[in-house]
């Protein structure tokens, strides 16, 4: 099971923790780490302080590689970069593709660069600009994902670009780990199941509501925040789908403030960014303000564990995980599977006929 980006993360695993904001902290990534595969921060939802103070923890937990997850487009991306490259992470990954200064800028520090992209054109994007590798997020995913299928986009990105390609989306076992292997995929990477471990600091209620959901519990939406995303269903989410526009901008406005208390960003920063945002995703005004519920909603539920008045992000996998290993067990459960499925494959058990020694026609 080793892979091309075994030697291009440094890690035992072809397996990647996604970063997720507010729940891939310092000891999901470490645990993760630890276990062989490759543990990702979620900074998106970090300040610039609270990214350090969470590098260093890693580092102390674990001398395994990890990554971090950025915003291209954070108006504080260059410092964040210059952290990482102060502290030696050993990769750099994004939801939103990196211009080629930022690329050229991590790579010259020898730091891997990973975007994920949701579909093909994207990935020849960032291929050309010099990425090292790519996630491919289906829209069985959790979060910010297109709508096309991993089994179709996967194919479709393995034969466009020549740098190793990472799956997500729909994965949480060792069978999932070896048909994106077999369609040339070098690694998967997951989200939702490693949210659902005991090594995630997410609330316990939170976990049991994820827990209780099936394939069906989850919706593909746009109300949140403008942009495609997959949630859990929810009453809440519900109402939100329901409530007209002029509502949606006024929980946004407030969503905004909540958020700028917790961050102690200032209202130049926000609007700064939010402009930012607004050419990165060529959104609309009223799709920007709309983008404010998204970290204060995330918030309430991942921290103060609210499921009555928060959101979810989940990917549809969801409905298939009914229990919460710790990191280490996951991730040797995983790989156990995968070698049996292998080994099923190579020398799969006999037909009845020949049990039995018959002739056969």
Same mark, same amino acid.
């Given at each position: 099971?080793?892979?091309?980006?075994?030697?291009?993360?440094?890690?035992?695993?072809?397996?990647?923790?996604?970063?997720?904001?507010?729940?891939?902290?310092?000891?999901?990534?470490?645990?993760?780490?630890?276990?062989?595969?490759?543990?990702?921060?979620?900074? &998106?939802?970090?300040?610039?302080?609270?990214?350090?103070?969470?590098?260093?923890?890693?580092?102390?937990?674990?001398?395994?590689?990890?990554?971090?997850?950025?915003?291209?487009?954070?108006?504080?991306?260059?410092?964040?970069?210059?952290?990482?490259?102060?502290?030696?992470?050993?990769?750099?990954?994004?939801?939103?593709?990196?211009?080629?200064?930022?690329?050229?800028?991590?790579?010259?520090?020898?730091?891997?660069?990973?975007?994920?992209?949701?579909?093909?054109?994207?990935?020849?994007?960032?291929?050309?600009?010099?990425?090292?590798?790519?996630?491919?997020?289906?829209?069985?995913?959790?979060?910010?994902?297109?709508?096309?299928?991993?089994?179709?986009?996967?194919?479709?990105?393995?034969?466009?670009?020549?740098?190793?390609?990472?799956?997500?989306?729909?994965?949480?076992?060792?069978?999932?780990?070896?048909?994106?292997?077999?369609?040339?995929?070098?690694?998967?990477?997951?989200?939702?199941?490693?949210?659902?471990?005991?090594?995630?600091?997410?609330?316990?209620?939170?976990?049991?509501?994820?827990?209780?959901?099936?394939?069906?519990?989850?919706?593909?939406?746009?109300?949140?925040?403008?942009?495609?995303?997959?949630?859990?269903?929810?009453?809440?989410?519900?109402?939100?789908?329901?409530?007209?526009?002029?509502?949606?901008?006024?929980?946004?406005?407030?969503?905004?403030?909540?958020?700028?208390?917790?961050?102690?960003?200032?209202?130049?920063?926000?609007?700064?960014?939010?402009?930012?945002?607004?050419?990165?995703?060529?959104?609309?005004?009223?799709?920007?303000?709309?983008?404010?519920?998204?970290?204060?909603?995330?918030?309430?539920?991942?921290?103060?564990?609210?499921?009555?008045?928060?959101?979810?992000?989940?990917?549809?996998?969801?409905?298939?995980?009914?229990?919460?290993?710790?990191?280490?067990?996951?991730?040797?459960?995983?790989?156990?599977?995968?070698?049996?499925?292998?080994?099923?494959? &190579?020398?799969?058990?006999?037909?009845?006929?020949?049990?039995?020694?018959?002739?056969?026609?």
């Amino acid at each position: 099971m080793h892979t091309a980006i075994c030697d291009l993360f440094g890690v035992r695993y072809p397996i990647v923790q996604t970063g997720m904001g507010y729940v891939s902290g310092a000891r999901l990534t470490a645990a993760t780490s630890a276990a062989g595969g490759l543990g990702v921060i979620g900074s &998106a939802t970090m300040s610039l302080a609270e990214l350090e103070a969470a590098i260093r923890a890693v580092k102390e937990r674990t001398p395994a590689p990890f990554g971090v997850n950025l915003r291209a487009d954070a108006t504080d991306a260059r410092d964040r970069v210059d952290l990482l490259i102060r502290e030696g992470v050993r990769v750099a990954s994004f939801a939103l593709a990196p211009k080629p200064e930022l690329i050229a800028r991590l790579k010259d520090a020898g730091i891997v660069v990973v975007p994920s992209i949701g579909a093909r054109r994207h990935a020849e994007k960032v291929a050309a600009w010099g990425a090292d590798a790519v996630v491919v997020q289906g829209g069985e995913g959790g979060g910010h994902t297109g709508g096309v299928a991993t089994s179709l986009l996967l194919p479709q990105v393995v034969d466009a670009v020549e740098i190793p390609v990472i799956a997500a989306g729909g994965y949480f076992d060792g069978r999932g780990l070896v048909a994106a292997l077999a369609y040339g995929a070098s690694g998967i990477a997951m989200g939702t199941r490693f949210l659902l471990t005991s090594d995630s600091e997410v609330p316990e209620a939170v976990k049991r509501a994820y827990l209780a959901a099936s394939v069906y519990d989850t919706v593909w939406t746009d109300v949140l925040d403008g942009l495609p995303q997959r949630l859990l269903r929810t009453p809440f989410v519900d109402r939100l789908a329901r409530a007209g526009r002029a509502r949606r901008l006024a929980r946004s406005v407030r969503s905004a403030a909540a958020l700028r208390r917790h961050t102690g960003m200032s209202w130049r920063d926000m609007v700064s960014e939010g402009l930012s945002m607004r050419r990165s995703h060529e959104l609309r005004l009223s799709q920007v303000l709309l983008a404010a519920n998204t970290p204060a909603l995330l918030r309430s539920a991942m921290v103060d564990g609210r499921t009555d008045l928060s959101v979810m992000a989940t990917g549809q996998v969801v409905g298939l995980i009914d229990d919460l290993p710790c990191c280490a067990e996951l991730v040797e459960r995983i790989m156990e599977q995968a070698r049996d499925v292998v080994a099923r494959l &190579a020398c799969p058990a006999p037909a009845a006929s020949e049990e039995r020694g018959d002739a056969g026609v």
